[in-house]
């Protein structure tokens, strides 16, 4: 995985577009660890829209952040799994299908586990994944970015209903443009995904397979 684009191109474009001309070391490193996250397939709006969701959810900072108040006033706040990471992941049961898909995926070791260990959806290899697969598959709300995007979709602000309802569609469908406009200038291509074809026998092997079965020699 990792998005194929020129970096420096996309920082300046979001440098001058979305930070007022300015960008952090740490917006830099997050945003490094979701390009390198991206999934080869993933194409640019749903990207653009990515990272626009996380520019929104993290108030600028692209680091992963707890939820403000730790889910003061809500169920599941006393539980301690209120929202974590580049977009909010709440709910124990959540954290538990999390790491079960995220430990399929060979992103989390058998023996880490975000139950437990609630934490570990800060570690930025794993807040890039869960924003990535959760909107791709659609852990959040059952909605996914394959539903307002590709195959000649463009729905920024339709999109929103796979992490919030309608919450703040219009600004993050603008910093969506935005996102989209950077990743273009910046050459951003999808990578399919390459798979060998079947080796060819070489002459003999056959008959060499065959006797390993018969005991005749080839």
């Known amino acids: 995985m990792a998005a194929s684009l020129n970096r420096a191109a996309f920082y300046a474009a979001v440098r001058a577009s979305l930070f007022d001309g300015r960008l952090k070391s740490s917006q830099v490193t997050g945003m490094d660890a979701i390009l390198d996250a991206a999934p080869s397939l993933l194409g640019t709006t749903s990207l653009g829209y990515s990272l626009a969701t996380t520019f929104h959810e993290t ?3 692209m ?20 929202g974590r990471g580049f977009v909010q992941l709440t709910w124990e049961v959540n954290y538990a299908k999390a790491t079960a898909r995220l430990r399929q995926l060979g992103i989390l070791r058998a023996d880490e586990d975000l139950v437990t260990t609630p934490k570990l959806a800060m570690r930025l290899d794993v807040a890039a994944a869960i924003l990535f697969y959760g909107m791709v598959e659609g852990w959040f709300t059952g909605k996914k970015l394959a539903d307002y995007f590709g195959g000649g979709r463009y729905e920024p602000v339709g999109a929103r209903r796979i992490i919030n309802g309608t919450d703040k569609d219009d600004l993050i469908a603008g910093q969506c443009g935005h996102m989209v406009d950077a990743l273009r200038a910046a050459g951003h291509s999808v990578i399919p995904t390459v798979v060998s074809p079947p080796a060819t026998p070489k002459p003999g092997f056959l008959a060499r397979l065959a006797a390993t079965f018969t005991g005749k020699a080839a």
């Open 59 to 61: 108030a600028r900072t």
């Open 63 to 82: 680091q992963p952040i707890e939820e403000y108040g730790r889910g003061k006033g809500r169920a599941y706040g006393p539980t301690g799994f209120w």
